[in-house]
């Protein structure tokens, strides 16, 4: 893949508004169910792929501070913003391991394309793949060469959890999602909107693949798929 990629809102609005847009995703419901089908575990390592702002692989590395949280995306304004909030997340948990002595949480932000991701963490090396809203505004053979980066990635028997634009089940879902399309492009979103991932998971040689929860929202239904490298 090249150094091209999409940018996180596509062509709807510039970067420094993700968070306020995703926000209307119900993002607080979608991204504690990544966390719960993640369980990261201490010690274990979870990459975060096409992290965004930051928010999930944060809410990840709160969850289990002694696990290692790498968050990627080839963004440099997004990774910024994620690193504006680590520090925030920082300060605050320097406050509250003062309090408690509980650790606080930290990621460590790597700038790559998620098909790059054996050159930066190695073949075999992650128990834990998540990625959210990225695989929408790929191509069909973009989409297919980050679940095959993952897969390379993964330990036997690791987990991938993708929440992502799904199967738009109901006329109301499908109207809602044209948002989406109209900012990321039709060609690459419909595919997502008449259910390929599950396909494409599996394909990618995941077993195990399940749509786990389906949260409908203002711009379409988000699936949760979990899988494992068998």
């Given at each position: 893949?090249?150094?091209?990629?999409t940018?996180?809102?596509?062509?709807?609005?510039?970067?420094?508004?993700?968070d306020?847009?995703?926000?209307?995703t119900?993002?607080?419901?979608?991204?504690s169910?990544?966390?719960m089908?993640?369980?990261?575990?201490?010690?274990?390592?979870?990459?975060?792929?096409?992290?965004?702002?930051?928010?999930?692989?944060?809410?990840?590395?709160r969850?289990?501070?002694?696990?290692?949280?790498?968050?990627?995306?080839?963004?440099p304004?997004?990774?910024?913003?994620?690193?504006?909030?680590?520090?925030?997340?920082?300060k605050?948990?320097?406050?509250r391991?003062?309090?408690?002595?509980?650790?606080?949480?930290?990621?460590?932000?790597?700038?790559?394309?998620?098909?790059?991701?054996?050159?930066?963490?190695?073949?075999?090396?992650?128990?834990?793949a998540?990625?959210?809203?990225?695989?929408?505004?790929?191509?069909?053979?973009?989409?297919?060469?980050?679940?095959a980066?993952?897969?390379?990635?993964?330990?036997?028997?690791?987990?991938?959890?993708?929440?992502?634009?799904?199967?738009?089940?109901?006329?109301l879902?499908?109207?809602?999602?044209?948002?989406?399309?109209?900012?990321?492009?039709r060609?690459?979103?419909?595919?997502?909107?008449?259910?390929?991932?599950?396909?494409?998971?599996?394909?990618?040689g995941?077993?195990?693949?399940?749509?786990?929860?389906?949260?409908?929202?203002?711009?379409?239904?988000i699936?949760?798929?979990?899988?494992?490298?068998?």
């Amino acid at each position: 893949m090249s150094d091209d990629f999409t940018p996180a809102l596509g062509r709807l609005a510039p970067t420094r508004f993700y968070d306020p847009v995703v926000a209307l995703t119900r993002e607080r419901r979608w991204r504690s169910s990544v966390v719960m089908y993640s369980s990261p575990r201490p010690g274990e390592t979870v990459i975060d792929v096409g992290c965004g702002t930051g928010s999930l692989a944060l809410l990840l590395a709160r969850a289990e501070p002694r696990a290692t949280i790498v968050g990627v995306d080839p963004d440099p304004s997004v990774l910024a913003a994620a690193e504006r909030k680590a520090a925030t997340e920082r300060k605050a948990a320097a406050e509250r391991k003062a309090a408690t002595g509980r650790p606080g949480a930290t990621v460590r932000w790597e700038r790559g394309m998620g098909d790059a991701l054996v050159s930066l963490l190695g073949t075999g090396s992650v128990d834990t793949a998540v990625s959210s809203l990225v695989l929408h505004q790929c191509p069909v053979p973009v989409k297919r060469a980050l679940l095959a980066s993952m897969h390379a990635v993964l330990r036997p028997g690791g987990r991938l959890v993708v929440a992502d634009y799904g199967w738009q089940r109901t006329r109301l879902m499908r109207l809602a999602f044209r948002t989406v399309q109209l900012a990321d492009g039709r060609a690459d979103t419909q595919p997502n909107a008449d259910g390929v991932l599950p396909e494409l998971i599996a394909g990618a040689g995941f077993g195990d693949v399940r749509e786990a929860e389906v949260v409908p929202t203002v711009t379409g239904s988000i699936s949760l798929y979990v899988a494992r490298r068998p």
